[in-house]
């Protein structure tokens, strides 16, 4: 990412990564709480599930204080285990420790987790002394009836009495802690199947969190794992290149792994070329990125100032490349930005006002940023703009679009209806006539161009 907190760098890495985040949702301080989300169920032996690592996420937020808000729980987000004992559809392909943890809000006074380290509850750290080491002065113990907690379940407390028999007289196993860390680890990385007519899985995991909090014990609270995958990962982009491909899970395969051979050659973009650098600070191709007024949430826009564009001389072989890097940069952030990772969409707008229809729209580097836009981002267009065109030349215009497939062109708008416009993408009429133009516009909505400029 350019912006890094204070920090820009001129290289563009491209922002999706297939590695998860983890959050684990504490039910210490309230054991009767409710998560305070609506949660989806993938146990439906479909094919678009084949990616999905549990059987349940998280498919929209309640309203109010909850517990998913206080500890930053998102739309996308799946559960993979309950209480160290995992729900997932196959193994993890990271380790937990390897992961970076956003859980927000956590309660370290009341979490009380064993993690294999001396950790104890509460957060605190490992004990200064180890209980072989030290004496033990405890008199009238009952050996057999005492039991401990142990972060997870309660046990019953063996002690060796010299004679290598446990208390009650029964054996016990001595595993070192590197085995217990082992052994929770691949609790907790459980694969869990279920009849492929779906439902079972889905089922044992609501009846574990019923279980675990109708005991409404605070020793042994309820503790949710989920793990938060990027927008293009195959978690969330698998269903997205099926849908292209009208379900067939070959093609559609050879389309998603064509997707990531792409994305391997074509970032990082290094945006400091000056040709780049100068279509940039033209905004030549921009954004226009605004809450929309309508309750419907409108996707953001990807700007291409066409008149800007064909002065520049568009048709050329290398500034096409930098219009399809800056378009790729624009696309990739503001699908970054999200609110629901499983279907992100943005819009695109090509603005040709100033544009000579008499001599010919140059179709070209549209040709180009479709070559690109349709293998790699199937399924994110919400609708394509163009405008201003007037009514006689919409069916030319129509023809030099033929190059794009029938499922996408349903999409496109063709007009000189300023009012349709403002309807179909959610911007404020109004201020676009203040502004004096669609250009104006998109530099009062300019919010991350700017991080893309160096001089």
């Known amino acids: 990412m350019t912006d890094n907190g204070n920090h820009r760098t001129p290289i563009f890495e491209g922002l999706s990564l297939e590695e998860p985040s983890i959050l684990t949702i504490s ?23 084949m ?74 750290g490992p004990p200064d002394f180890q209980d072989e080491n030290l004496k033990d002065i405890t008199e009238g113990l009952d050996l057999i009836n005492l039991s ?56 044992k995991l609501l009846a574990k969190i019923r ?21 293009d990962s195959r978690v969330h982009s698998w269903s997205r290149f099926l849908s292209a491909r009208n379900g067939n899970v070959p093609e559609a395969m050879t389309l998603i792994q064509g997707h990531e051979r792409w994305r391997n050659e074509f970032f990082p973009i290094d945006l400091t070329e000056p040709s780049l650098q100068k279509l940039l600070k033209a905004h030549a191709v921009s954004e226009i990125d605004i809450e929309s007024e309508e309750e419907e949430e409108k996707a953001p826009v990807v700007y291409i100032d066409f008149a800007k564009l064909q002065a520049m001389g568009v048709e050329s072989d290398s500034l096409s490349i930098d219009v399809v890097k800056a378009f790729v940069v624009y696309t990739e952030t503001l699908l970054s ?61 129509n023809a030099m679009l033929s190059f794009v497939n029938e499922h996408t062109r349903k999409k496109f708008i063709i007009t000189d209806d300023l009012v349709l416009v403002c309807k179909e993408l959610g911007w404020n009429l109004k201020e676009i006539e203040t502004c004096g133009s669609v250009n104006g516009y998109m530099k009062k909505h300019l919010k991350h161009g700017l991080s893309f400029v160096f001089d």
């Open 211 to 231: 279980e675990i909090k109708t005991t409404k014990s605070p020793a042994n609270p309820l503790l949710i794992s989920l793990e938060r995958y990027m927008w």
């Open 148 to 203: 401990v907690e142990n972060g997870n379940n309660a046990a019953n407390l063996t002690v060796e009495n010299g004679n290598g028999k446990a208390a009650g007289g029964q054996g016990e196993e001595m595993i070192t802690d590197k085995e217990k860390e082992q052994r929770e680890r691949d609790l907790k990385g459980r694969v869990v199947t279920g009849k492929k007519s779906g439902g079972e899985v889905y089922e």
């Open 27 to 49: 039910f210490a301080s309230d054991p009767t709480a409710s998560l305070g989300v609506k949660l989806c169920n993938h146990d439906n032996g479909l094919t678009n599930e």
């Open 337 to 397: 930005k999200s609110s629901d990772p499983r279907g992100p969409k943005t819009s695109q707008f090509v603005d040709l006002t100033g544009v000579s229809f008499k001599q010919g729209l140059q179709p070209g580097v549209l040709k180009k940023l479709y070559a690109t836009f349709e293998p790699n981002y199937p399924e994110t267009l919400e609708k394509m703009v163009l405008y201003p065109v007037p009514k006689i030349m919409v069916r030319v215009v």
């Open 51 to 124: 990616f999905l690592p549990g059987y349940a996420s998280v498919g929209g937020m309640l309203d109010g204080e909850t517990l998913a808000r206080k500890h930053g729980v998102k739309v996308g987000d799946y559960i993979v285990a309950v209480n160290g004992e995992g729900f997932r559809r196959f193994p993890p392909d990271f380790q937990d420790e390897n992961l970076k943890d956003i859980t927000e809000g956590l309660d370290l006074i009341n979490l009380s987790v064993e993690n294999g380290n001396g950790k104890a509850a509460g957060g605190q």
